[in-house]
């Protein structure tokens, strides 16, 4: 057996147990037993621990460096030699952190995330604080053993976006922040062109759940490899390449969260199912990023989702599933309902003009955190200062603002900058599928998603992990990344919808 | 850290991997996604092989050692001392089994499974015939890996049912089919007297459900640390003492199936959450044995669920959750009709004088199986002419004959003797809690259970894995295990039933 192959072999081993990690975490979303809670903390922990002692193990060491002088005689491009060359970058990554803290870290997380689902529930954030900063503690503790060099944050943003750090991210925010503003304020003054009230009538929840299945089936998403359960926060989980499940939240009472979540979900489903199967348990078999990940996701929730030709084909099909309740309402005016901007207290039903608004917060505040500038008691006020900063609205509770989303309780801190430049790339990558095939709209319009489909499929899905981002970008668009097609898709979309363009 | 300490970490962490390897199991039988078949199989067996070789490994040894040593200036009652002991008992065991012939039997036994299923839907034995044969030879190969005395079987009956023989049990079942076989024929003759007509109506498959729900609860099963779902085949699997949940099967035109086949399975469950807490993830934190185990499903399923008292209680409630269905009849009616005799094809929904009859035919043919007087291909026609020696009737397909039991297909060769080894132990069980407790059937009557749930949580629950199963039904009955309470009670119930008393 060659070097290579035993590191394969082992990879396969380490996938296995990550991939009960999985399915362990989306049972104790959905379908756990409420009293099997704390067990269910040390499982996982334990089986993260595992998997982290493979990964690092002597004979981990032993076959990767054996692979590393076998691959010497390949292709540098080859999957091989690709594979061996991400299996070492992970590898120095994974024995900065020892054993024991990736227990601890693990065990915390899920159980501060039960903690969270009650503070959430009950507003409670007195209750979740102690859990917060034992949380904070733990990712300061991080950044330092993964190291740095001008901000701590740095460490913890590339677990998810590579290469990038807390200076570019506020970059690229700055300037988005220079153009949004000025459009949600000058949207704002305009407000009365559009209302959201036809989606906020009765949904009855069985037909809204039979939709979401329908529609996302419909751009792709594989039932035979996946499923869609209910759950507090939507999310998507990877049990493996052949087992991608997704989960949505209904409100009787507003179409938008299950409908627009679902595609949300979707497209991140998508994306894990469309991976190469000859690279899965591989190093090079996974997403290429998070960013990357969300672009897929906000592709088919907002720029497929929310575009006027997709409603074209599905609008006369959701006033038949809902008889009587949007009769009154034309294709146009329900067109504008799902695209209303309006600054908004929750972060996942933010229209697209606000949404980066809200993780620009995030960003300030979980950096800030890190750094220790911020401490956790503080966290509720600054939050509330934030939203009156840039959206002038104040949450009327904790459960609304800073107990909204899990990623804190959970451990994902770096993540959130993730969803706007996902949103940047979406517009970069459909612009470039539409250069080469400008019939997609059409085709949409007539609900054949499969041009945009196979596009993606090919340009990014298959990659993998071959590539960082910035590179797979650059492969698929023929540009650098870039602001421009998402602010220009801003700019047009809008315009439109408020009837103002050229104003 | 003392060597006992040392000891019981390393059963958690075994016992975490077992779990998240209990859930991908349950999880493949209720929710996952078609095609992610393959994919799963691969990954239990990993975790069986990863758990095999910690408690298989150096480590894992000289903790054993050590706590030995430790236990040795302790009371061999106390529980360090029957832990340590039988952590020395099933090592034994394991170092016997390679680890890669674990992870094979682990990986055949997940394949063989889902190929039954889909062989068992299109009645194709054909089909699943190169499966069981690979999985009778994989089964004789652990019996000579374990080692045995007289017969290969006995190897295979010891991992569920410790110390007791093929011999043993051959005689038992001897000394049973003597009384049951007259009896049969006996009740045959008077057939007419009872018609389970009634059962066969149409019952509403959720309104089923929320009574299946309701029962399981009402005698003790607990929801906050259990769930009830459908799948093919009822079971009852243990992610943890916190979350052990149960499964059952509706069928629209028969009452019997979900509702006593939930009685069954929420037996075992009842059992698994009264196990010792303070003794959980410790060899003797578990069950006593399988038999033990099945007479806790046949007392709640049989002794109690078809019983006079319990439909005194339940049968109002039963009417009035099906209007109209039952009108017309009576208590009596209703009683005989649950308690029919009748040789029927399926094992799970036989009366209780033939199911015995389904066991031994199971028991004969895997023997033979196992020892190689019988071939897989010729295993339908011998299975039919089972059938027609014991109960006179051979069924139309493979589908409700030799495919109706997930048994062999999952690898539990030696399993089902112990189902006939449960009835007899429930009804000595049920004698002695009644001697001890003599207002248990009044209690009964007004759907108060907890007198009878107490004595077998203290008696037999509690007492986990403490001691062998004779030694536990001794100290629970001051008697020896014996035929003589359960062939009473047969007597007496289907005299009473079928109006023959001193006939």
């Known amino acids: 057996m060659s070097h290579i192959d035993s590191l394969k072999s082992l990879f396969s081993q380490i996938n296995d147990v990550y991939s009960a990690a999985s399915l362990l975490s989306w049972d104790q979303e959905t379908y756990m037993p409420k009293g099997a809670g704390d067990s269910r903390s040390r499982t996982i922990g334990t089986l993260s621990r595992i998997a982290h002692e493979m990964s690092t193990s002597d004979e981990f060491a032993r076959a990767l460096e054996g692979a590393e002088q076998e691959v010497q005689h390949l292709d540098e491009e080859s999957d091989e030699a690709l594979m ?3 299996a070492r970058h992970d590898f120095e990554k994974a024995i900065k952190l020892p054993a024991d803290f990736v227990h601890e870290l693990s065990e915390v997380s899920s159980r501060s995330t039960q903690v969270w689902q009650v503070a959430r529930k009950d507003d409670d954030f007195e209750r979740f604080a102690p859990w917060l900063e034992r949380m904070v503690a733990l990712q300061q503790q991080a950044a330092e ?114 409908f627009f979540g679902s595609l949300h979900e979707a497209g991140h489903g998508i994306y894990e199912q469309g991976l190469p199967k000859s690279l899965s348990r591989t190093p090079i078999g996974s997403a290429a990023s998070t ?77 800030k955190l890190i750094s220790g500038e911020l401490a956790v008691a503080d966290l509720p006020q600054r939050w509330n200062e934030k939203m009156e900063e840039y959206l002038e609205i104040v949450p009327q509770n904790n459960a609304n603002g800073v107990l909204q989303d899990i990623h804190w309780s959970i451990g994902l801190f770096g993540y959130f900058p993730t969803y ?84």
Chains 1, 2 share one sequence.
């Open 84 to 86: 061996v060359w991400w």
């Open 145 to 258: 053993y993964l190291g740095y060099e001008a901000h701590p944050y740095d460490a913890l943003l590339d677990q998810y976006e590579p290469e990038i750090t807390h200076a570019e991210v506020k970059e690229i925010f700055d300037s988005l922040r220079r153009e949004t503003v000025p459009m949600v304020h000058w949207i704002a003054e305009h407000s009365h062109v559009v209302t959201d009230e036809p989606l906020r009538r009765h949904f009855d929840e069985a037909t809204q759940w039979r939709l979401a299945r329908e529609v996302t089936a419909m751009i792709g998403y594989d039932y035979e490899h996946g499923r869609l359960d209910p759950t507090a926060h939507p999310f998507c989980s990877t049990i493996n390449v052949g087992d991608v499940r997704i989960t949505g939240r209904a409100e009787e009472n507003f179409f938008n969260p299950l």
């Open 291 to 367: 960013a990357m990940h969300e672009s897929q996701s906000r592709l088919w929730e907002n720029t497929v989702g929310r575009s006027h030709s997709f409603w074209e084909f599905y609008y006369p099909k959701l006033q038949a599933a809902f008889p009587q309740t949007l009769d009154d309402v034309s294709l146009d005016d329900f067109y504008k309902a799902i695209n209303k901007v309006t600054p908004t207290l929750i972060r996942v039903e933010a229209d697209e003009v606000t949404y980066n608004l809200h993780v620009m917060l995030r960003f300030e505040l979980e950096s």
């Open 420 to 503: 706007a430049l996902g949103n940047v790339i979406a517009s970069q990558l459909a612009a470039a599928a539409l250069r080469e095939h400008p019939t997609i709209s059409d085709e949409i319009r007539h609900g054949d998603f499969s041009t945009l489909f196979n596009w993606m499929h090919r340009n990014v899905h298959q990659q993998g992990r071959r590539y960082h981002p910035e590179l797979l970008i650059a492969r698929a668009t023929g540009e650098e990344l870039s602001t421009s097609a998402y602010l220009g898709y801003l700019r047009n979309k809008f315009g439109d919808v408020y009837g103002l363009n050229g104003a």
